[in-house]
């Protein structure tokens, strides 16, 4: 992945998901905000689907701007809801409720 993305840039934005306290959810966009580069948040969900290159996150805690799941990843749904986090209609997460304040 070191071709595509630089590792010290995707260890910056790995760090922040790190951060994410269980029982709650951040979104793409806050990540990129939080490391200076707020125009960023598809290169977050870049590094976050190849997270898995650079040991055990809590990814499943990152959501879209709407509080929407990742589509197709149906593992994230189990996780959200064993931290306690009520899904509405299986894929969205209400982030006026469960947003993580950084």
């Not at 990540?31 to 290169?43: M, P």
């Not at 894929?91 to 304040?101: C, E, H, N, R, T």
């Amino acid at each position: 992945m070191g071709s595509v993305l630089n590792d010290a840039l995707c260890y910056e934005i790995l760090a922040v998901v790190e951060e994410i306290p269980e029982g709650r959810v951040a979104t793409y966009g806050q990540i990129a905000r939080l490391i200076g580069r707020e125009k960023n948040a598809r290169l977050v969900g870049k590094v976050l689907s190849n997270a898995e290159f650079y040991g055990k996150y809590p990814c499943h805690r990152v959501v879209n701007h709407a509080g929407r799941l990742v589509p197709g990843w149906t593992e994230q749904a189990a996780l959200l809801e064993r931290e306690g986090i009520f899904l509405e209609d299986r894929s969205y997460v209400s982030l006026k409720k469960y947003q993580w304040d950084a």
